[in-house]
């Protein structure tokens, strides 16, 4: 099994950016498909981007298609997501997530996750 460690949330205003890093630790993670999710207070975790761990395709929610990207590298058990021309609706907190072998991307059942860490964004 991977531990998950997210790293780089912070406070921005809309229209700035912030670079959202997840480190694993424990076994290699290029067998692992990994995703990126969030949670708004008084909102249901959702499902932000994922990238597959065979063919490193991605995957994205409609509200962040085009303004972030999802990124991994295995060598260095990290996985990245880059949120540009951010909102004040992108306020939450950011969870990485990653699961063996996983086909589906979209999906919330991910076996292991992070603690999180918190993006604010004001207007």
């Known amino acids: 099994q991977v531990q998950l460690v997210e790293s780089g949330g912070g406070l921005v205003q809309a229209g700035g950016s912030l670079r959202l890093s997840c480190a694993a630790s424990g076994r290699t993670i290029s067998t692992y498909t990994m995703a990126w999710f969030r949670q708004a207070p008084g909102k249901e975790r959702e499902f932000v981007a994922g990238i597959s761990w065979s063919a490193g395709s991605t995957f994205y929610a409609d509200s962040v298609k085009g303004r972030f990207t999802i990124s991994r590298d295995n060598a260095k058990k990290t996985v990245a997501l880059q949120m540009n021309s951010l909102k004040p609706e992108d306020t939450a907190v950011y969870y990485c997530?990653?699961?063996?072998?996983?086909?589906?991307?979209?999906?919330?059942?991910?076996?292991?996750w992070g603690q999180g860490t918190q993006v604010t964004v004001s207007s």
């Open positions: 997530a990653a699961d063996q072998y996983r086909r589906v991307v979209v999906s919330h059942e991910y076996r292991t």
